[in-house]
């Protein structure tokens, strides 16, 4: 494989026996590789262990499993979308195809329109501009499509205001790149490549932090019909198609079913339906100080977070790592315990009840020591009174003993002096 896939275009799937995902991958992977066969696709579809290929994982840059690259040439490009068949396909013909595809005509144009819900077009001949869209072509097509076409062939309710130009189509209307207001051309694409308003999820909110706004969701439940969770939904909808021009390049817009998501990338209990912004880049989120009734409402929200009148909430300092830390080890001990009662007791019981074990043995042994200390000590204090007082009595004696003997002494020289005076 590695001396001869440069001779193809393959799509490859690096695993790890023993990964949860990976297993739950697989199935989904056997009907990627039947349908680009069915498809008669040049591509070619295998899975590789990576455990077992270090080295060829390595060289490909794979850090996790699964890791599902396409390889063209020198080029491997990363898939980071959806695992689900249609994802993966519709990601391999793209980046397996063409970089730039051309618009022969009005009606591939009506075609290509039907069938892509973002797609960017570049208008003119050749340019610094389209070197550039090129470029940055090479980078993005993992996650749209890039087209070329001339004037005569684009859309008749298209006004240009000068050719070369790069557009994008979505949202049932168009919007023309404009260098001066726009800044970097690979910064706006990447702006623009999601639609104005979009359903999001966990995966999505990952993507949009790659674009720097700012995210504005509706969290509902979207089985609950309820005239509250229609109202902030359509509330959301009318601010991303109506304030666009004001709002589109510091904010995307959205919704979200359910609030398991959001409450533990908040570390909190939000109570939907609600609104809450999201600043995917440094994790602070902001959440509206009164209840949003209209539009005027939430424009009016949106405005105090743009003017920094709104509070910040969140963020990614010290103590939210903290916070964080603490909130996941609790998330996973609840988890584990709700899945497995028996296995939560013996993973987290065993340790503690071991631990327990270990500080009473500690705890004994030096109540013991102090004990045989204590007892030690008084035995020598008593010890050393009884030595004391016979070292007294024995002084005494001694003492007595001199009295007597310096007495007969002075008794004989006095016999003596008698003695010699006489």
Partial sequence: ??????????????????????????????EVGMEM??????VKVGKMDATS???????????GYPTIKLLKGDLAYNYRGPRTKDDIVEFANRVAGPLIRPLPSQHMFEHVQKRHRVLFVYVGGESPLKE????????????????????????????????????VFKDGTYF????????????????????GYL???????????????????AVIDDKNSSVEHTRLN????????????????????????????????????LTIPTIVVLNTSNQQYFLPDRHIESTEDMVR??????????????????LQRIKRIVYDAKSTIMSVFKSSPLLGCFLFGLPLGVISIMCYGICTADTDGEVFEHEGAKKESGDRELTDEGSEEEQEEEKNGKYTELSDGELKQKDIMEKKKD
């Fill in 132 to 167: 550039k869209y090129i470029e940055v072509a090479s980078e993005l097509i993992v996650y749209t499509y890039f087209f070329s076409a001339s004037e005569d062939v684009v859309p008749e309710y298209v006004t240009l205001p000068e050719l070369p130009a790069v557009m």
């Fill in 234 to 269: 359509s509330i959301i909808q009318e601010v991303a198609r109506d304030y666009r021009d004001h709002f589109h390049r510091d904010f995307q817009f959205g919704h979200m079913d359910g609030n398991d998501y959001i409450n533990s990338l908040l570390m909190d209990d």
């Fill in 37 to 42: 066969r069915n498809m008669g696709s040049p």
């Fill in 301 to 318: 929200f949106i405005n105090n977070i743009l003017d920094g009148t709104a509070e910040a909430q969140g963020g990614d300092g010290l």
């Fill in 53 to 63: 290929f270090s080295s060829i994982a390595s060289e490909f840059g794979v850090r």
């Fill in 1 to 30: 494989f590695k001396e001869n896939r440069k001779d193809d275009i393959w799509l490859v799937d690096f695993y790890a026996p023993w990964c949860g995902h990976c297993k739950k991958l697989e199935p989904v992977w056997n």
């Fill in 176 to 195: 023309v790149y404009d260098e001066y207001e726009d800044g970097d051309l690979s910064s706006w694409i990447n702006r623009e490549r999601f639609q």
């Fill in 199 to 217: 359903n999001v999820d966990g995966f999505t909110l990952y993507e949009l932090g790659d674009t720097g706004k700012l995210v504005a969701i």
